[in-house]
C-alpha cells in the first residue's frame, strides 16, 4: 500500500470508553501507525476532517444538537463511516431518558435535584441546544459499519482496522460480538 | 425401532407421530431459532422467529407437525436474514439496553441476536414508555425488556394455577399486565418459587438481589452459542429424545 489510511473518530453522547478500549489495543497502536494516521480526533486535537478522510469512527449517540452537526460533518467528510459502540448504535444508556420529558431532566438536574447549589438552567448561547430524546447515529445519516459492544473491545477494533488495510470485507468472529 | 423421516437442510430427521418439526430437530441435534418455544410450554406460535420452509411455504416450527417426506428448509440465508429482522424488531419495540440490563449474557434475546450476526437496531426505535414494577420484595418487573412471548403467561396459568401475568392492548400498545387488585406485582400470588418467576427468556421478570452473582463476561452466551446452549438445555427436557 502506497498512502497510509486517514482514520477519523469522534465522541458525539458518549463516555469515551469507546476511544479508551480503540487505545487498550497498547503495542499494536505503534502497528497500526505503520498502515493508518490519524485525521480529526480527540486524539490528535484535529478540530476538523480533511477533505477526504478514508475511514470515520464515531462514538456516542446523538443528545444534542451540536452532535447532529459534527455528525453530518464526518459523513460529509468520511468514505466509509463506522457506528462505535452501544449508544451510537441504539443511543446507549444515555436514551434512559428518552422517556422523560426534557424539562423534568434539566429540573432533576439543575434545580430540584439533590446537590445542587446555586440552582439555574444553563442557558448560555454557547451551549448546544439538547434535542428532547437521544438518538442512534444511524436515524440520522448513512452508516456504512457497525461494531457493538460497551465499549467494543481492543481486539475488536484491530480486527476491523486491520481487515479494511488488507481489503477485506470486515467481519467480527463472534466470541467478538457482545453488546454489553 | 425405525421412524418416518422428513428433510431438514438436506438431512433426514426422523420424528415420532404427533411431534411437531421443532421437536424431531432438537432431538435430532439440529438447532432452530426460536424465541417463544419452551418444550416445557404448549408452543405459542407468535414470535416467527421458527419460521422454515415446509415445502416451500413459510410454518412455524415450534407448531408445525413432521410428516414423511416433507423438504424443509432453516438454515438459509433468506430466512435468516428475516429472522435477523425479526429480532432487531423486537430491540426496536421494546428498550433493550443491554450493558445496563441484568440479564446480559443469560438473555435469549441478546443470544439470538448474536447468532444470527445481528449488528445493528437497523429500524427507528420506538423507545415506549412502559412502567417498571419493583414493587415485589423479591421479583423485578421490567416491561421495557418484554417481548410477549406469553411464557409468564403460560407459566402461571398451566403450571402454577395462579393467573398472574395476561397481555393487554394490541400491536405497539402491547403491554404485559398483572392480575392483582392495584395491578401491582406485590399484591399479585407471584412468590419466587413460581415458575412464572423463573421462565422470562430476557431481563423483563427478574429475581432481586441475584443479579450479579455471575460476573458479566463469564456467562453463558459469553462462553458460547445459544445453538448449542439451547441443543443441550432442550434435549433433556422430558419426551424429546427418541428411543
Ligand atoms: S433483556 Fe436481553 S436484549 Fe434486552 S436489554 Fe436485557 S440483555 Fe439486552
Ligand atoms: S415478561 Fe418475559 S416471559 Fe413474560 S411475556 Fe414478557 S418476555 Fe415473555
Ligand atoms: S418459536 Fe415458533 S413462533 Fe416463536
Given at each position: 500500500m502506497t498512502e497510509k489510511l486517514t482514520v477519523a473518530t469522534t465522541s458525539l453522547a458518549g463516555c469515551f470508553g469507546c476511544h479508551m478500549s480503540f487505545l487498550d489495543m497498547d503495542e499494536r497502536l505503534l502497528e497500526l501507525m505503520t498502515i493508518a494516521r490519524f485525521d480529526r480526533s480527540p486524539l490528535t486535537d484535529i478540530k476538523h476532517c480533511s477533505e477526504r478522510v478514508d475511514i470515520g469512527l464515531v462514538e456516542g449517540g446523538l443528545c444534542n444538537a451540536e452532535n447532529v452537526h459534527t455528525l453530518r460533518e464526518f459523513r460529509r467528510h468520511c468514505n466509509i463511516l463506522v457506528a462505535v459502540g452501544a449508544c451510537a448504535i441504539n443511543g446507549g444508556l444515555p436514551a434512559l431518558r428518552n422517556h422523560i420529558p426534557l424539562e423534568e431532566c434539566l429540573r432533576e438536574a439543575y434545580?430540584?435535584?439533590?446537590?445542587?447549589?446555586?440552582p439555574g438552567i444553563p442557558n448560555d448561547p454557547e451551549l448546544p441546544l439538547l434535542l428532547d430524546q437521544v438518538h442512534p447515529i444511524h436515524e440520522v445519516v448513512v452508516v456504512d459499519y457497525f461494531l457493538p459492544g460497551c465499549p467494543p473491545s481492543a481486539d475488536v477494533f484491530w480486527k476491523f482496522l486491520t481487515d479494511l488495510a488488507a481489503g477485506r470485507e470486515p467481519s467480527l468472529p463472534s466470541p467478538m460480538l457482545h453488546y454489553d | 425401532m425405525s421412524h418416518p423421516t422428513f428433510n431438514l437442510d438436506g438431512q433426514d430427521i426422523p420424528f415420532s407421530e404427533g411431534q411437531t418439526l421443532m421437536e424431531a430437530a432438537t432431538a435430532a441435534g439440529v438447532y432452530i431459532p426460536h424465541l417463544?418455544?419452551?418444550?416445557?410450554?404448549?408452543?405459542?406460535?407468535?414470535?416467527?422467529?421458527c419460521t422454515v420452509k415446509v415445502n416451500g411455504r413459510n410454518c412455524s416450527a415450534c407448531t408445525f407437525p413432521a410428516s414423511a417426506g416433507q423438504q424443509v428448509l432453516s438454515n438459509t440465508r433468506e430466512l435468516n436474514d428475516t429472522r435477523r429482522a425479526l429480532t432487531q424488531m423486537l430491540f426496536v419495540e421494546g428498550n433493550h439496553l443491554c450493558p445496563g440490563c441484568e440479564k446480559s449474557g443469560d438473555c435469549l434475546l441478546q443470544a439470538t441476536g448474536y447468532h444470527l450476526g445481528?449488528?445493528?437496531?437497523?429500524f427507528p426505535h420506538f423507545f415506549p414508555h412502559r412502567a417498571v414494577d419493583a414493587s415485589h420484595p423479591d421479583i423485578l418487573l421490567d416491561r421495557d425488556r418484554c417481548i410477549f412471548c406469553e411464557l409468564c403467561v403460560r407459566a402461571s396459568r398451566d403450571m402454577d394455577g395462579k393467573n398472574v401475568f395476561g397481555i393487554a392492548g394490541r400491536g405497539i400498545h402491547n403491554q404485559l399486565v398483572v392480575n392483582s387488585p392495584t395491578g401491582l406485582l406485590k399484591d399479585s400470588e407471584l412468590t419466587v418459587t413460581d415458575k412464572a418467576a423463573q421462565v422470562?427468556?430476557?431481563?423483563?421478570?427478574l429475581i432481586k438481589?441475584?443479579?450479579?452473582e455471575t460476573p458479566i463476561g463469564q456467562r453463558t452466551f459469553d462462553r458460547q452459542d445459544i445453538g448449542t446452549e439451547a441443543l443441550a438445555r432442550e434435549q433433556t427436557a422430558e419426551g424429546l429424545t427418541h428411543d
Open positions: 434545580l430540584d435535584g439533590i446537590g445542587v447549589e446555586q | 417463544c418455544h419452551n418444550p416445557e410450554f404448549t408452543p405459542h406460535g407468535s414470535c416467527k422467529l445481528m449488528l445493528n437496531s437497523r422470562c427468556p430476557v431481563g423483563a421478570i438481589r441475584h443479579g450479579f
